[in-house]
């Protein structure tokens, strides 16, 4: 083998292997429902689309995001917390029932279209 082939095949191999890969989440359900322990949400690709129980904790962190989008009723029995540059966005056709504690220190946002009904009168 002379050098101009060794120089080129060793020049691509380091071209390829200092290539950034790039890796696209699925958008995914949340789970288990019902939900009887954390559900701590990190992406931006989380969402729910049908009849949800919540009935532990639901953490949505730091720039995570949690969609409640058409066809979804998300019932909360027990915590959500979205923190500092978390959103939770109810979306429409989706409703989202709150029994207990939603503890906002991010964005809650409850679109056109979408119902909030809030149960809970007294701590």
């Known amino acids: 083998m002379n050098i101009r082939k060794i120089l080129f095949v060793l ?3 380091i071209a390829f292997v200092s290539t950034p890969s790039i890796v ?4 995914y359900q949340i789970s ?3 939900n009887y322990g954390n559900i701590n949400i990190f992406t931006n690709e989380a969402f729910n689309s049908q009849s949800f129980d919540n009935y532990y904790g639901i953490w ?4 995570a995001e949690l969609n409640n989008d058409k066809g979804g009723t998300l019932n909360n029995y027990d915590m959500i917390t979205i ?3 978390g959103f939770l ?3 429409y056709g989706a409703t989202l029932n709150n029994y207990f ?3 906002n220190m991010g964005e809650l946002t ?3 279209g979408a119902t909030l009904n809030n149960y809970l009168t007294s701590l």
């Open 11 to 13: 020049l691509a191999g």
């Open 24 to 27: 696209y989440a699925d958008a």
């Open 32 to 34: 288990p429902n019902p």
């Open 60 to 63: 949505i962190e730091q720039n």
């Open 83 to 85: 923190y500092t540059g």
């Open 89 to 91: 966005n109810n979306n």
């Open 101 to 103: 504690t939603l503890d």
């Open 110 to 112: 409850n679109n056109y």
